[in-house]
C-alpha cells in the first residue's frame, strides 16, 4: 500500500552519463532530480574519480549524485565512494543483493528486460532478491552490460508495472524528449532515466533536449 501511495507522486527525471561541467549546470537548471557518473569501464561515458569530484561540486541539495558501476570489486567502488561524494550507487551487472547493500548508501539495481517474454518473471524475481533496493531499474540492455545504448525497451512488456511494482521503478531504454510522455502514460514508473536519448554525442549533453525531456515527463503530471 505504501508503494501504491509513492507511484502517484510526480515522475523524477535522472540524467546520467555525464562528464562536463556545463552539462551538469544545464541539468540542474531544467530541473532534473537526479544526475549520473559512469565509473565502469568499457563506457563511452566513463570518468575517474577525480573529474565526478569536479562534477558534483556543481550538484546543490535535493539533487540526487548517482555512481553506476558494472561488475567492478568491493575495492574499486569502495575507493570510488571515498572520494566521490555520491548519494546513491546503481549497479548494472551481475551483483547480488549482498555486494549491493555493502557501501552503506542506498542502492539502484538495474535488471534487463531483453526478452519480452521472461519479463514479468524477471521482475518478480528482481523483487525478491533485491528487497532492500531504492529501486529497481529496467533497461534495454544486454544482461550484464551498460546501459545508454539508445536501444528502446519495449514498453508494452510491462504495461503499467509501475503501479503494482514490489518496489520503485525506474524506466530506462531509449527514452528521448519524443517518446518519454507515451512511455510514462504506459509504464507509470517512479522515475525514468535518460543519457543518450538527450545526447549530442558520447557524453556530450544537449541543453535544449534536457529541458524539453524534462517538460515532457512534466506535462503528465500538470497539476504537481
Known amino acids: 500500500m505504501r508503494h501504491n501511495m ?6 523524477r527525471v535522472k540524467i ?8 551538469v549546470r544545464a541539468a540542474v537548471a531544467c530541473g532534473a532530480d537526479a544526475l549520473g557518473f559512469v565509473f565502469a569501464a ?4 566513463l570518468i575517474d574519480h577525480s573529474k565526478a569530484r569536479e562534477l558534483v561540486q556543481w550538484v546543490p541539495a535535493f539533487v540526487a549524485r548517482v555512481g553506476l558501476f558494472l561488475d567492478q570489486d568491493e575495492e574499486q567502488v569502495g575507493r570510488i565512494i571515498s572520494q566521490v561524494p555520491l548519494s546513491l550507487l546503481q549497479f548494472h551487472g551481475r551483483e547480488d543483493a549482498a ?12 535488471v534487463s528486460m531483453d526478452s ?12 525478491r532478491e533485491f528487497d532492500d533496493a531504492a529501486a529497481l531499474l529496467v533497461d534495454s540492455h544486454e544482461p550484464g552490460g551498460l546501459g545508454g545504448t539508445g536501444q528502446v525497451l519495449d514498453w508494452r ?21 519524443d517518446n518519454v510522455a507515451a512511455a510514462v502514460r504506459l509504464v507509470q514508473p ?9 545526447e549530442e554525442g558520447p ?16 506535462s503528465e503530471h500538470p497539476s504537481e
Open 6 to 11: 509513492i507511484f502517484r507522486m510526480r515522475i
Open 16 to 23: 546520467c552519463g555525464l562528464t562536463r561541467g556545463r552539462d
Open 42 to 45: 568499457g563506457s563511452k561515458r
Open 99 to 110: 555486494f549491493c547493500r555493502q557501501f552503506g548508501l542506498p542502492y539502484v539495481k538495474a
Open 116 to 127: 519480452a517474454r521472461l519479463a514479468e518473471q524477471t521482475l518478480e524475481r528482481a523483487h
Open 157 to 177: 512488456q510491462l504495461g503499467q508495472t509501475g503501479n503494482r511494482a514490489g518496489r520503485p521503478l525506474i524506466l530506462a531504454g531509449g527514452l528521448t524528449p
Open 190 to 198: 517512479w522515475a525514468v532515466d535518460v543519457s543518450s536519448g538527450v
Open 203 to 218: 557524453g556530450i549533453k544537449s541543453a535544449a533536449a534536457m529541458r524539453r525531456f524534462v517538460e515532457q515527463v512534466k
